[in-house]
């Protein structure tokens, strides 16, 4: 979607690394999410966010953190505790309201060096 | 279909006919159904949503159906163009997420449409 924009979009990261993964949108949407995606297998939710100041944890959040300073802005960074960090990431969000799709950025790569 | 496993369900259709990607989803007290388009190296794009008080939304060349006794949902692509060549997803939302909570969505594995010339 041209309102979410994430980078790098390609990321490698060295043993006992944090790295962070930037993700940034335009569209005044309320929610923000962080999803991972292996090969061959669907999406798995890391973190999600409704308002700014407040996020919880998703299915796989152990090795990750959050932040949300700015309703803009939700960045997600990848700990050394991370053992397993090559994947593809996606940054989503959702207006509020009922019913209400997610909208999905363009995905970060990150592999291990 | 979906499939548990490493490997994609393959669908593969020829340039005109229609395509019919099928899933299972897991909770029945899901309310809220989305299909999601996925091309290589790209993040999913919205194709077209379902509420659970339907059987049936159309779009534009698309169709949602939806059983709620079997749990099963399936996306019909009319006249499928080379242009439909992705992996389709569906996702399935809890009653918490339709009614404007900010919980995730759980996705299915993803079904690779093939589309022969």
């Known amino acids: 979607d041209g309102g979410i924009t994430q980078s790098p979009k390609y990321l490698f990261r060295k043993e006992g690394q944090n790295v962070t993964l930037s993700c940034e949108q335009n569209?005044?949407?309320?929610?923000m999410y962080w999803y991972r995606q292996d090969p061959g297998q669907g999406l798995r939710l890391i973190y999600y966010s409704q308002i700014v100041n407040d996020f919880q944890k998703g299915d796989i959040a152990e090795g990750y953190s959050v932040s949300r300073e700015k309703k803009e802005s939700f960045p997600l960074t990848v700990t050394s505790a991370q053992k397993n960090p090559t994947a593809f990431y996606l940054c989503?969000?959702?207006?509020?309201?009922?019913?209400?799709?997610?909208?999905f950025g363009d995905g970060t790569r990150l592999s291990i060096l | 279909g979906e499939s548990v496993g490493l490997h994609l369900p393959t669908l593969s259709v020829q340039e005109g006919d229609n395509s019919i990607i099928n899933c299972a989803y897991s909770?029945?007290?899901?309310?809220?159904f989305i299909w999601y388009k996925q091309e290589s190296g790209k993040g999913p794009q919205f194709i077209i949503d379902?509420?659970?008080?339907?059987d049936k939304r159309q779009g534009q060349r698309v169709t949602v159906l939806l059983n709620k006794t079997v749990k099963h949902l399936s996306l019909q692509i009319a006249a499928t163009q080379p242009g439909d060549s992705a992996v389709y997803f569906c996702a399935e939302a809890p009653p918490m997420y339709s009614g404007g909570g900010a919980d995730g969505l759980t996705f299915g594995k993803g079904t690779h449409l093939i589309i022969q010339p």
């Open positions: 379902i509420r659970s008080n339907m």
């Open positions: 909770n029945s007290a899901s309310d809220y």
């Open positions: 569209l005044n949407h309320d929610a």
């Open positions: 989503a969000t959702r207006p509020w309201g009922r019913n209400q799709p997610q909208h």
